[in-house]
């Protein structure tokens, strides 16, 4: 249930009732004490009117005034978003950003990966590299999960050449750097990733 917030002519009604009673105060509004009881009636309003914004400000989805400081205290936007997305944009990255606070992170993966538009991503087990491998097996040692996390994607990402593409730009184009940029993004510091797709 949301807040009810008191209009001037609620707090102006509230105040003539806590009045004592007796001759001594007129009760018309047009007199002058009236008036000036009318006056602190509007002030309270604009008080209750500020602290219910407050309160607003103090939730992300329903921030304006402050909506600029939640983006800096949570360095949004990212370093992989473009500088110049919509502030709804940044909102709901921001709303991301704290709603998966505390999540694995083969769960960051997970959701980074479906807000690119994979249905698939995982952190693909390693095998450590014994007499029984075959020759095409890599050499995984035990350590190497500690230091290194290989993250699969179901789809081959790959990007030609065409006729509008500028002559500095590479024939051909693989993996999606967004998504790639946010995984190293939200990835242990001491890790390193390696990105496949298609397999």
Do not use: C, H, Q
């Given at each position: 249930?949301?807040?009810?917030?008191?209009?001037?002519?609620?707090?102006?009604?509230?105040?003539?009732?806590?009045?004592?009673?007796?001759?001594?105060?007129?009760?018309?509004?047009?007199?002058?004490?009236?008036?000036?009881?009318y006056l602190a009636a509007l002030e309270f309003a604009r008080l209750d009117a500020d602290i219910s914004k407050m309160i607003d400000e103090s939730d992300p989805q329903s921030a304006s005034v402050t909506l600029l400081d939640w983006f800096h205290q949570w360095g949004i936007p990212e370093e992989c978003r473009a500088e110049d997305d919509d502030l709804e944009v940044l909102r709901t990255e921001l709303l991301i950003k704290i709603r998966t606070l505390g999540l694995t992170f083969q769960e960051l993966v997970y959701l980074i990966g479906q807000s690119c538009g994979y249905s698939e991503t995982k952190i693909d087990a390693k095998r450590v590299f014994t007499v029984a491998s075959t020759a095409d097996d890599a050499l995984y040692s035990e350590i190497w999960s500690n230091w290194f996390y290989t993250i699969n994607v179901e789809k081959v990402n790959s990007?030609?050449?065409?006729?509008?593409?500028?002559v500095s730009e590479r024939l051909q184009k693989w993996g999606n750097e967004l998504f790639e940029c946010l995984v190293k993004h939200y990835a242990p510091a001491h890790t390193s990733t390696i990105f496949t797709y298609g397999k």
């Open positions: 249930m949301g807040r009810v917030s008191f209009t001037t002519d609620n707090y102006y009604a509230a105040m003539k009732k806590l009045l004592p009673k007796g001759p001594a105060w007129e009760l018309e509004d047009s007199t002058f004490f009236m008036k000036m009881l990007i030609p050449f065409k006729t509008t593409s500028r």
